[in-house]
Nanobody
Framework: QVQLVESGGGLVQPGGSLRLSCVAS????????MGWYRQAPGKQRELVAT???????TVTDSVKGRSTISRDNAKYTVYLQMNSLQPEDTAVYYC??????????WGQGTQVTVFS
């Protein structure tokens, strides 16, 4: 059974930082492109960042320069370091694993709330 379990969300003031983690099980983690997505209330889910098997990272413009995606294949974990958080970063953050052959899995999400 495949599981992706996110953690690290919480309440933070503007300008603060959070590090999200996503631990995978039931897959060969190193074979998957890992990604972080977010969904704010009343909005569609959007891409935040992805990191391929070979280590190529893509970060969406809205968080570029403030966020870093990384992975530890030995720990089956992908991270999202977010700095200089703003109220518009408030959302549920989801982890996704996607394989070249099409298999795709999602985590249950972790809430990030930025408030002043």
């Amino acid at each position: 059974q495949v599981q992706l379990v996110e953690s690290g969300g919480g309440l933070v003031q503007p300008g603060g930082s959070l590090r999200l983690s996503c631990v995978a099980s039931g897959i060969v983690f190193s074979m998957y492109t890992m990604g972080w997505y977010r969904q704010a209330p009343g909005k569609q889910r959007e891409l935040v960042a992805t990191l391929t098997r070979s280590g190529t990272a893509t970060v969406t413009d809205s968080v570029k320069g403030r966020s870093t995606i990384s992975r530890d294949n030995a720990k089956y974990t992908v991270y999202l370091q977010m700095n200089s958080l703003q109220p518009e970063d408030t959302a549920v953050y989801y982890c996704k694993a996607k394989a070249n052959w099409g298999s795709e899995y999602w985590g249950q999400g972790t809430q990030v709330t930025v408030f002043s």
